[in-house]
């Protein structure tokens, strides 16, 4: 074996066992070093099952019973994302139960078990009227309907939870009330001394969890609602119906606007409004943030604590778990005296982190391995020559044009294919998944157009263009099943060894179920075609002086011009979206476009941007290596359709 093989296979291992190490560490701070068992278990629930991860205290027995907390993730997450609120409460000797809710992580049923309405509510629910238009009806797909009505409860009245169609609001709680009925019946918990909390989408299913055992011997002493909305009893029999011990966490740069009452800013004015005032029951005059309000004792404890982070960030903002924790110590007693303080969780998301990197960055030297068998050699071909490169002004004119369509039509027609872009719904099932599916093809079309054009002019010139190789392509396809293959089993050993995936806070690889892997061959296609016209636009008609560099300095001059061509339109939507909303204006994309295109896809970007380097990256080290963009191409293809399909939202 040649030298570089060799070193290049020991880095493989190097960042395969470091990884691996990363990952033990992790597992052994989630079960608190021994204290805590972890149990994964499926629930059957109507026609299919909900799946949950349980934090279990050693000391927790029918004899020495524990109090209990059900964590509900949400939209687009699953249960994982509560695992700093599931751990930290775990170490204090509550029982925890994390919930994948309807249409996500691992559960099978999907999120039309939610149901829906043919109408919206366009302001805070209380303060809608058919007159000013903010209650009108509304048709389109079902997942449209579905989406609309988020924030729309099953225990409100039938103004609200049903229509003129047959249709309602079937279980608001996506599963959690069920969840939350199993959880009260394990023989180590102390049913009298239960709680729920619950982020973003899952804020909804608390509310929900506690009207359905409202005035019940096991109704939830504490709600804790990570960015949740605010609603006026008169939409809800609130002389039946009572909400123990409510804590708001608010996101001061929340990008979702009903989690800020459809107001720019979270300021004071906000704070003191008749919606908020009423929440906690006091005069505007009084009304303070990070103030508790009423007695733990009867139950009227309220506070709204403003924590100085965006909507995402939220389930692992210290300040905002330490108020938490406090929030159930002093409503439910928790058993284990800690500091509010003592927080170890954040330091196993880091070190998943770190073995999720350590594993993507040994795809790099196993890709150089496997491009010097004999089954891959012929993937390896000579970059095009320099004498076909574009001009400096067909490049600039080039990644104008990329980086402007590219920004310009994300905020669009990723709402559009989220909701309304007509898709087969019984195919097409992933409702984050359709977002990008809509500006993937919008790009796709755009750059067909424009391959097309650039290809007669250069007949016209005499030039000719690089020829589409099957047979490399095959094998590139080949060479990135290989590599993804290899990322799955590893992905699959730490789940079975030590119940963590790769991911930090949000799901980004999780193993496939059956339906989720008949999902990514869906979606794999339009991924592919995109992410090879995009590559081939950026890596090959773009290329520059930089792409034939020698060495790391070459390699890191070739990635970051691609990095701003690839992400440089999504880049200016970063800086449209928070600039203003940091100057206390308003967030970007509400401002100039209205709040039907912020929230979701605007939130998400944060974890859009840090995939996109990572995917330039790759796709500069394989260009560089194999004198083409399939094999990059194809592996990101791979990679972003996993992450979609794996664990996000499914109808």
């Given at each position: 074996?040649?030298?570089?093989?060799?070193?290049?296979?020991?880095?493989?291992?190097?960042?395969?066992?470091?990884a691996t190490v990363f990952m033990g560490i992790a597992n052994s701070i989630q079960k608190d070093h021994g204290n805590i068992e972890i149990i994964e278990d499926r629930l059957y629930y109507q026609d299919g099952y909900l799946t949950y991860k349980l934090y279990k205290p050693k000391n927790a027995s029918p004899a020495a019973k524990a109090p209990a907390v059900l964590l509900l993730h949400g939209y687009q997450n699953d249960h994982e994302t509560c695992a700093a609120y599931a751990i930290e409460l775990a170490r204090r000797g509550a029982v925890v139960m994390c919930l994948d809710e309807y249409g996500h992580g691992d559960s099978?049923?999907?999120?039309?078990?939610?149901?829906?309405?043919?109408?919206?509510?366009?302001?805070?629910?209380?303060?809608?009227?058919?007159?000013?238009?903010?209650?009108?009806?509304?048709?389109?797909?079902?997942?449209?309907?579905?989406l609309m009505n988020f924030s729309n409860l099953s225990f409100f009245n039938d103004h609200y939870s049903k229509d003129d169609d047959g249709n309602?609001?079937?279980?608001?709680?996506?599963?959690?009330?069920?969840?939350?009925?199993?959880?009260?019946?394990?023989d180590y918990v102390d049913n009298s001394r239960m709680a729920v909390s619950g982020h973003s989408m899952g804020t909804w299913s608390s509310w929900t969890i506690a009207a359905d055992h409202a005035n019940t011997a096991i109704a939830p002493k504490a709600i804790v609602l990570q960015c949740g909305e605010l609603f006026t009893d008169s939409v809800y029999d609130s002389a039946s119906i009572k909400f123990n011990n409510v804590l708001l966490l608010q996101a001061k740069y929340d990008e979702f606007s009903y989690f800020r009452d459809y107001q720019k800013v979270v300021d004071d004015r906000l704070l003191k409004s008749d919606l908020?005032?009423?929440?906690?029951?006091?005069?505007?005059?009084?009304?303070?943030?990070?103030?508790?309000?009423?007695?733990?004792?009867?139950?009227?404890?309220?506070?709204?604590?403003?924590?100085?982070?965006?909507?995402?960030?939220?389930?692992?903002?210290?300040?905002?778990?330490?108020?938490?924790?406090?929030?159930?110590?002093?409503?439910?007693?928790?058993?284990?005296?800690?500091?509010?303080?003592?927080?170890?969780?954040?330091?196993?998301?880091?070190?998943?982190?770190?073995?999720?990197?350590?594993?993507?960055?040994?795809?790099?030297?196993?890709?150089?391995?496997?491009?010097?068998?004999?089954?891959?050699?012929?993937?390896?071909?000579?970059?095009?020559?320099?004498?076909?490169?574009?001009?400096?002004?067909?490049?600039?004119?080039?990644?104008?044009?990329?980086?402007?369509?590219?920004?310009?039509?994300?905020?669009?027609?990723?709402?559009?294919?989220?909701?309304?872009?007509?898709?087969?719904?019984?195919?097409?099932?992933?409702?984050?998944?359709?977002?990008?599916?809509?500006?993937?093809?919008?790009?796709?079309?755009?750059?067909?157009?424009?391959?097309?054009i650039t290809k007669k002019n250069n007949m016209k010139k005499g030039l000719e263009g690089e020829k589409f190789d099957l047979k490399v392509f095959g094998k590139s396809l080949l060479l990135a099943c290989t590599l993804i293959v290899y990322m799955y089993l590893i992905n699959l050993i730490y789940t079975m060894l030590f119940d963590l995936d790769l991911r930090f806070i949000w799901p980004f690889f999780r193993p496939f179920t059956l339906i989720r892997f008949g999902q990514f061959l869906v979606y794999i296609p339009i991924f592919a075609l995109f992410y090879y016209l995009n590559n081939s636009k950026i890596m090959r008609d773009l290329r520059t002086e930089a792409t034939y560099a020698k060495g790391f300095k070459g390699f890191i001059r070739n990635w970051f011009t691609n990095f701003l061509l690839m992400a440089g339109g999504v880049m200016i939507i970063v800086l449209i979206e928070y600039i203003p909303f940091f100057a206390e204006i308003g967030p970007g994309a509400d401002l100039l476009f209205g709040s039907t295109f912020g929230g979701p896809f605007m939130s998400i970007l944060i974890l859009f941007v840090p995939q996109v380097l990572f995917f330039s990256i790759l796709c500069t080290y394989a260009y560089r290596l194999t004198g083409r963009a399939y094999t990059g191409a194809l592996l990101a293809a791979m990679l972003a359709c996993w992450i979609v399909t794996g664990g996000s939202s499914i109808l």
């Amino acid at each position: 074996m040649k030298k570089n093989q060799k070193i290049m296979l020991v880095l493989c291992i190097c960042l395969a066992v470091l990884a691996t190490v990363f990952m033990g560490i992790a597992n052994s701070i989630q079960k608190d070093h021994g204290n805590i068992e972890i149990i994964e278990d499926r629930l059957y629930y109507q026609d299919g099952y909900l799946t949950y991860k349980l934090y279990k205290p050693k000391n927790a027995s029918p004899a020495a019973k524990a109090p209990a907390v059900l964590l509900l993730h949400g939209y687009q997450n699953d249960h994982e994302t509560c695992a700093a609120y599931a751990i930290e409460l775990a170490r204090r000797g509550a029982v925890v139960m994390c919930l994948d809710e309807y249409g996500h992580g691992d559960s099978s049923l999907g999120l039309l078990n939610r149901g829906y309405v043919n109408h919206v509510v366009k302001v805070n629910y209380g303060n809608d009227s058919e007159e000013d238009g903010t209650f009108k009806k509304i048709g389109g797909s079902k997942r449209y309907r579905v989406l609309m009505n988020f924030s729309n409860l099953s225990f409100f009245n039938d103004h609200y939870s049903k229509d003129d169609d047959g249709n309602f609001i079937i279980d608001s709680s996506c599963g959690g009330s069920f969840a939350y009925d199993y959880l009260s019946k394990l023989d180590y918990v102390d049913n009298s001394r239960m709680a729920v909390s619950g982020h973003s989408m899952g804020t909804w299913s608390s509310w929900t969890i506690a009207a359905d055992h409202a005035n019940t011997a096991i109704a939830p002493k504490a709600i804790v609602l990570q960015c949740g909305e605010l609603f006026t009893d008169s939409v809800y029999d609130s002389a039946s119906i009572k909400f123990n011990n409510v804590l708001l966490l608010q996101a001061k740069y929340d990008e979702f606007s009903y989690f800020r009452d459809y107001q720019k800013v979270v300021d004071d004015r906000l704070l003191k409004s008749d919606l908020r005032t009423s929440f906690l029951k006091t005069t505007a005059d009084k009304a303070a943030w990070n103030t508790t309000y009423g007695s733990f004792a009867d139950g009227s404890a309220r506070r709204i604590e403003l924590l100085y982070t965006n909507h995402r960030l939220t389930t692992h903002h210290l300040g905002g778990l330490a108020c938490a924790l406090d929030w159930f110590d002093q409503a439910i007693d928790l058993p284990i005296d800690l500091d509010v303080r003592d927080i170890k969780a954040k330091t196993k998301e880091y070190l998943v982190l770190g073995a999720m990197l350590m594993i993507l960055g040994s795809l790099f030297p196993l890709m150089a391995l496997l491009l010097d068998t004999p089954l891959f050699k012929d993937v390896k071909q000579e970059l095009p020559a320099k004498d076909t490169m574009a001009s400096h002004k067909g490049f600039i004119k080039g990644a104008l044009i990329t980086i402007l369509l590219s920004g310009a039509s994300f905020p669009f027609m990723t709402q559009l294919g989220h909701a309304l872009l007509p898709l087969p719904e019984g195919l097409f099932r992933m409702t984050v998944g359709n977002g990008f599916l809509g500006w993937y093809l919008l790009l796709i079309i755009i750059m067909i157009i424009t391959s097309i054009i650039t290809k007669k002019n250069n007949m016209k010139k005499g030039l000719e263009g690089e020829k589409f190789d099957l047979k490399v392509f095959g094998k590139s396809l080949l060479l990135a099943c290989t590599l993804i293959v290899y990322m799955y089993l590893i992905n699959l050993i730490y789940t079975m060894l030590f119940d963590l995936d790769l991911r930090f806070i949000w799901p980004f690889f999780r193993p496939f179920t059956l339906i989720r892997f008949g999902q990514f061959l869906v979606y794999i296609p339009i991924f592919a075609l995109f992410y090879y016209l995009n590559n081939s636009k950026i890596m090959r008609d773009l290329r520059t002086e930089a792409t034939y560099a020698k060495g790391f300095k070459g390699f890191i001059r070739n990635w970051f011009t691609n990095f701003l061509l690839m992400a440089g339109g999504v880049m200016i939507i970063v800086l449209i979206e928070y600039i203003p909303f940091f100057a206390e204006i308003g967030p970007g994309a509400d401002l100039l476009f209205g709040s039907t295109f912020g929230g979701p896809f605007m939130s998400i970007l944060i974890l859009f941007v840090p995939q996109v380097l990572f995917f330039s990256i790759l796709c500069t080290y394989a260009y560089r290596l194999t004198g083409r963009a399939y094999t990059g191409a194809l592996l990101a293809a791979m990679l972003a359709c996993w992450i979609v399909t794996g664990g996000s939202s499914i109808l």
